[in-house]
T-cell receptor
Framework: AQKVTQAQTEISVVEKEDVTLDCVYE???????LFWYKQPPSGELVFLIR??????QNEISGRYSWNFQKSTSSFNFTITASQVVDSAVYFC??????????????FGKGITLSVRP | NAGVMQNPRHLVRRRGQEARLRCSPM?????VYWYRQLPEEGLKFMVY????????ESGMPKERFSAEFPKEGPSILRIQQVVRGDSAAYFC??????????FGPGTRLLVL
């Protein structure tokens, strides 16, 4: 069975601070995908990033960066110079298996990030 | 390009009534997934469908819940005889199969 743990439940920072959101996953599959989604106060789910299990390169997109480490089964997300608009719930998710099999997402419980002006 | 569409966005039902939630996938996507977000909980997978087929319904409650994705038209998640515990946000997602799932805006169901 798959499991995603987001141990932090709520984080509060002041604008312009850097913040890291942790994600630890469990799976016995060797082929899997990891995701981050953002849920702003308006409620929709916004896709941020997807990584596959064979690509451990870190990724940077503007103020966002992701650190994937298979050795520790972690896929952490860092926001640099946080802004008030970053306030949201952030979900880490996992899907496993080859094409057409077990494509469902297993989500962590989410981290509520509040960025204060 | 239209994203995943869900309607209604908000739905109020009294206990015992039926709720029908609709989802139209993104253009070109033939795989649909339904997830439920209960208060204070994360998102939980319910069912995965392709056109006219249920592929994985391991997350669906055994009674009162059903889902379909007909050859023509949107996917429907149907909840019969709703109870207060069914109050939640129901999200639909779509993809082309083992790719990134894109989510709709969700349907907020409130059972009175």
């Amino acid at each position: 069975a798959q499991k995603v743990t987001q141990a932090q439940t709520e984080i509060s920072v002041v604008e312009k601070e850097d913040v890291t959101l942790d994600c630890v996953y469990e799976t016995r599959d060797t082929t899997y995908y990891l995701f981050w989604y953002k849920q702003p106060p308006s409620g929709e789910l916004v896709f941020l990033i997807r990584r596959n299990s064979f690509d451990e390169q870190n990724e940077i997109s503007g103020r966002y960066s992701w650190n994937f480490q298979k050795s520790t089964s972690s896929f952490n997300f860092t926001i640099t110079a946080s802004q008030v608009v970053d306030s949201a719930v952030y979900f880490c998710a996992l899907s496993v298996g080859k094409y057409g099999a077990n494509s469902k997402l297993t989500f962590g419980k989410g981290i509520t990030l509040s960025v204060r002006p | 390009n239209a994203g995943v569409m869900q309607n209604p966005r908000h739905l109020v039902r009294r206990r015992g009534q039926e709720a029908r939630l609709r989802c139209s996938p993104m253009k070109g996507h033939s795989h649909v997934y339904w997830y439920r977000q209960l208060p204070e909980e994360g998102l939980k997978f319910m069912v995965y469908l392709q056109k006219e087929n249920i592929i994985d319904e391991s997350g669906m409650p055994k009674e009162r819940f059903s889902a379909e994705f007909p050859k023509e038209g949107p996917s429907i998640l149907r909840i019969q005889q709703v109870v207060r515990g069914d109050s939640a946000a129901y999200f639909c997602a779509s993809d082309r199969g083992q790719e990134t799932q894109y989510f709709g805006p969700g349907t907020r169901l409130l059972v009175l």
